[in-house]
């Protein structure tokens, strides 16, 4: 099977060329083609951030996030700051733990919004699809108008990908998404990971917060021989954010421990064993 010369992408994935006698996928063949530049979108976060006087923080306690909200607070230095927690009903109590040490050590106000997303978790899992647009979509709307509610206009998220090549996107209700990890790779959050309280909890795979990914990744890999995350982890791979190696471990079938597993079926009214 032909794999990508730049990527982590093969043809179970993606569509993959030759070029130059070398195997490429197509979003490394666009990418090439429109190189998103680092240092502008760097300075249009800069410039952006100025003006941020007020801003939600989405903030599950996950790693990226506690990265979000150390820059907010730290480096740009945002007046009014408020983290929140969307708890979709199946976060590990280690990130929950980890988020109150957190936003206490940096002395941001923390509120947890507590919902039951188990009609998304149990879907996925019998139809083993990924939960994590769905999610995704359903906090985003809760945090938009929790930020409404509030009058505030800028939501910060951690994520590490800008939108198509900024570093924002304007959301309905005129209310604003700032990208603040935009093209910042894993070593550059380790290294701020390291000065703050962030113990990594034993999840399965890479979460740092998320009971429910392990089991997805597990059932998704069951069915079709790969992860659903493959397609964004070779993403950051392409802009030079993670290294292949580390892609490459992170996109194996994960081991999921036993009592996680039994606990997220159990609370989704799922039979295990008449699953597999
Ligand atoms: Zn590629």
Redesign the pocket.
Known sequence: MLT??????NEKT?K?EIVDRKP??????V?LKHKPDRGKIRAELDELMKSVDKAVVAFSGGKDSTVALYLAKEYYKVPELEAIMIDHGFMAKEAIENAKRIAEYLDAPFTILRYDYSDIFREALLKAQSPCRRCSKRTMEKLRKHALSKGIKYIITGHELPFGHHPYRLMSGGIIQIRLLSLMSEKERFEILKKLPFEFPKLAGYTTNCLILGPALERYYEKHGLSFEHRRI?AL??YGLLDKEKALEKVKKPEIPEEIKRDVYERLNLNLKEML
Do not use: G, M, T
Request: glycine share 0%.
């Open positions: 990508c010369s730049l990527c982590i992408n993606s993959i490429i996928c197509k979003e490394c063949v990418y070779a791979v392409r």
